[in-house]
């Protein structure tokens, strides 16, 4: 199994940044594709950001140009920056390796808000 432990939420205003971080126990982190998901309060948990074992990325609507996914396999880490930073956008952010059944971090908390 692989652990992932999500880092960098926190309170920012309406048009603030942040910048989440992952990191993989794992020294096959390099050979996966990575994902961060999100979930709002009483809505479902939704993808906003993939990044394949190759580095192309994928985005929805909702976040493309605003966010950016990238990896650093050397570090077995994958982050996700967050610019433009909306009221909407706030949410419990999750880490997760699609290729790997049950692969996901504990969440860290995003709130933007003023």
């Known amino acids: 199994q692989v652990q992932l432990v999500e880092s960098g939420g926190g309170l920012v205003q309406p048009g603030g940044s942040l910048r989440l971080s992952c990191a993989a126990s794992?020294?096959?982190?390099?050979?996966?594709?990575m994902a961060w998901y999100r979930q709002a309060p009483g809505k479902q948990r939704e993808l906003v950001a993939a990044?394949?074992?190759?580095?192309?990325?994928n985005y929805p609507d909702s976040v493309k140009g605003r966010f950016t996914i990238s990896r650093d396999n050397a570090k077995n880490t994958v982050y996700l920056q967050m610019t433009s930073l909306r009221p909407e956008d706030t949410a419990v952010y999750y880490c997760?390796?699609?290729?790997?059944?049950?692969?996901w971090g504990q969440g860290t908390q995003v709130t933007v808000s003023s």
């Open positions: 997760n390796v699609p290729g790997i059944k049950g692969a």
């Open positions: 990044i394949t074992s190759g580095g192309m990325t």
């Open positions: 794992r020294s096959i982190f390099s050979a996966y594709a």
